[in-house]
């Protein structure tokens, strides 16, 4: 009988623990009493006179595979066996539920890789080297999976990647505040705990304080009108749709003049006081002291002196959007003229 001839095998290499299969293509394998993966032996199926399929014993480097019959033994082809990559790291371990954010997976061993996992689930990916991949993380369910690597060694080991919910924004408190910015406002919602950012309409906040998962303060940056709130996190940016997330700027009230401009040191006359900006009126104060009130317009307040001391004192205004310049108020002894 004429020896065998090994013409080619596929694929020409797998992973260092074998188990894998290999087709092994040629000619005069009737018969055949071994395959040889180097000095290992094959279990092996002859499939016909030309080709064999053999399972891939375990083993390392590049190595002959041979076909023995009672022709003798075959020509060679090389086999060679690739280490199973490794995962040593992924960053960011975290993203949101969407998906579509970019994760670099470092490791060894990616050459050649075929696929990138998050949990059963395929990523798009680009090999940079054999040290590190960028994948684009699949949607998933909001719960952690296993980044696996796979190429012709194997699949490497599983590092986790959680999947975080979005935040939301559901109510803020003060809704309203000055055009100067500054003032404290507290937002409350949920998934809040990883917050990165919060923006009011296109400007960032400041001093970002977490307080729980459902509630974070931030100082208010300068703006005008009405913006909505949006908080940012690994599971992305809450959406102005939901919940009561929308922010009013308000200017500064002003007092244009007061009518009457003095009255008894006893009080209990009436000042109305125009202006601007005073519809939001939160406190009048003449002399220091607290002045009932009532907003007529956001040009027109009605307050009631408290009295005090006679001699010249200040009246002001406050609104979510400030406090007012002073405006001068002149309280006599006896009888208002």
Do not use: C, K, W
């Amino acid at each position: 009988m004429a020896a065998p001839v090994v013409s080619s095998i596929s694929p020409t290499q797998g992973p260092s623990v074998g188990g894998n299969t290999v087709t092994i293509t040629g000619t005069g394998f009737t018969g055949a009493a071994s395959v040889s993966f180097g000095s290992a032996s094959a279990s092996f199926t002859v499939v016909s006179a030309t080709q064999i399929t053999a399972t891939a014993p375990a083993g390392t480097g590049s190595v002959s595979v041979t076909v023995t019959t009672p022709g003798g033994t075959s020509n060679s082809a090389t086999y060679t066996y690739v280490a199973a990559p490794v995962v040593s790291s992924i960053s960011p371990t975290q993203g949101p539920s969407v998906g579509g954010n970019t994760v670099t997976v470092t490791g060894t061993g990616f050459t050649g890789a075929t696929s990138v996992l998050f949990g059963s689930v395929s990523a798009s990916f680009t090999v940079v080297s054999a040290t590190q991949i960028t994948a684009t993380a699949p949607p998933a369910p909001v719960a952690p999976v296993a980044v696996t690597v796979v190429t012709t060694g194997g699949t490497s080991n599983g590092v986790l990647y959680f999947y975080v919910p979005p935040p939301t924004v559901t109510s803020l408190s003060p809704a309203v505040g000055p055009a100067t910015g500054g003032n404290t406002v507290t937002i409350t919602g949920t998934n809040l705990t990883l917050t990165t950012a919060v923006h009011f309409g296109t400007a960032a906040a400041t001093g970002l304080v977490i307080v729980s998962d459902n509630q974070i303060r931030v100082q208010a940056p300068s703006g005008s009108g009405t913006v909505a709130v949006t908080v940012t996190a690994p599971g992305g940016t809450s959406l102005p749709g939901v919940g009561s997330p929308y922010y009013t700027y308000v200017a500064a009230p002003v007092i244009n003049a007061l009518n009457p401009a003095q009255g008894p040191s006893s009080g209990g006359n009436g000042v109305t006081i125009t202006g601007s900006n005073l519809g939001r009126a939160e406190s009048v104060l003449i002399g220091g002291n607290e002045a009932p009130f009532v907003a007529v317009s956001d040009t027109e307040l009605v307050a009631v002196s408290p009295g005090g001391s006679p001699g010249s004192v200040t009246v002001t205004v406050t609104t979510p959007g400030g406090v007012s310049s002073p405006a001068s108020y002149q309280l006599v002894a006896g009888p208002s003229v």
